[in-house]
């Protein structure tokens, strides 16, 4: 296909693209009411009456004379982008698809049916913990203080962690497809255990912003289970592999075991004189003598 073919059918799957996350916008501005409280339910809202003393409750407000429309037009875009993400993933593979061969779709295909579904739960698992993150951190609230929030920062922080959680349970999925391509053994990722775990609860403890356990845990557990279970996968694929190909594990310049014990030689078989080529046979007059042409080599030489 010539390059201006394939521009324009990248042009057009943009343009569907773009068309299902505008459609989808549109839809979400209607319900932006609905979508705000339903992103904020994590944060204890003061009811009528009720006054923000210390760690009780929050106001949320916004802030400055545009704050409410560009708050609205981010939550409006971001839903779009989100549900519209089937269509617009949809179109993008559709575009790369033929340039690939049989097995990088088959890895293609596996990466996005197991890749779905660990964000999904990472996201929703965040959605969770919010309410205890968000209770934890209005709590220090020292008495006499009132807490207004702004609702982009909740907003903001809202989808912080949604991201966080869900991209940090891709990771064992990350080390599964390494193994599958060859790059790390099972073994070697058996062998990090320790500091894989260590560096997990470090990381829950630092992404999560409350001080109490409960976020680093809820975010650190998952995370190591799935640990394991690529590691217990990983094992199994390189059995597997092993059984098809011994020398699946060596390394590039590490030498495969030989058998060097010496055989014995068997007699030695006479070989004949090769013939001369027809170009330089003299004929049966001169007894096949090889005739030299003047000035040059014969072929044999």
């Known amino acids: 296909m010539p390059l201006v073919e ?9 343009a569907k693209g773009l068309l299902a996350v505008a459609a989808v916008t549109v839809v979400a501005l209607v319900y932006s009411e609905e ?22 409750c929050a106001i949320v407000s916004f802030n400055t004379l545009i704050a409410p429309f560009s708050t609205t ?3 409006s875009l971001v839903t779009g982008l989100v549900v519209a993400s089937p269509i617009w993933l949809y179109q993008l593979w559709a575009f790369i698809a033929p340039g690939l061969h ?16 660990l964000f999904t739960a990472g996201a929703y698992l965040a959605y969770l913990i919010l309410p205890i993150s ?14 207004i929030l702004s609702l982009g920062d909740v907003l903001d922080f809202t989808l912080r962690m949604v991201l966080v959680f869900g991209l940090a349970f891709e990771l064992p999925l990350v080390l599964v497809m390494l193994n599958l391509t060859g790059v790390l053994t099972g073994r070697r990722m058996a062998g990090w255990w320790r500091g894989v775990i260590m560096g997990v609860f470090v990381f829950g403890a630092v992404i999560t912003p409350t001080t109490d356990p409960v976020g680093m845990i809820a975010l650190a557990g998952p995370i190591t289970v799935l640990y394991f279970g690529a590691v217990g996968f990983s094992l199994l694929n390189d ?4 059984r098809r190909n011994p020398d699946a594990e060596l390394d590039d310049d590490e030498a495969s075991s ?13 070989v004949g004189a090769s013939r001369a ?8 007059a001169d007894g096949g003598r090889a005739a030299l042409r003047p000035g040059s080599y014969d072929d044999v030489t």
């Open 6 to 14: 394939h521009l324009r059918e990248l042009r057009n799957r943009m």
């Open 35 to 56: 979508l705000m409280q339903f992103l904020t339910k994590s944060v204890p809202k003061c009811g009528p009456g009720v006054t923000s003393d210390g760690g009780n």
């Open 73 to 75: 037009i981010q939550v």
């Open 102 to 117: 049989r097995n990088e779709k088959k890895y293609t295909y596996a990466f996005v049916g197991a890749a779905v579904p």
């Open 134 to 147: 968000v209770k934890v951190l209005i709590s220090l609230t020292p008495g006499g203080s009132a807490n």
């Open 239 to 242: 059995r597997r592999r092993a």
């Open 258 to 270: 030989l058998d060097l014990t010496p055989e014995s030689v068997g007699a030695v078989e006479p």
């Open 277 to 284: 080529l027809p170009e330089q046979s003299g004929g049966e």
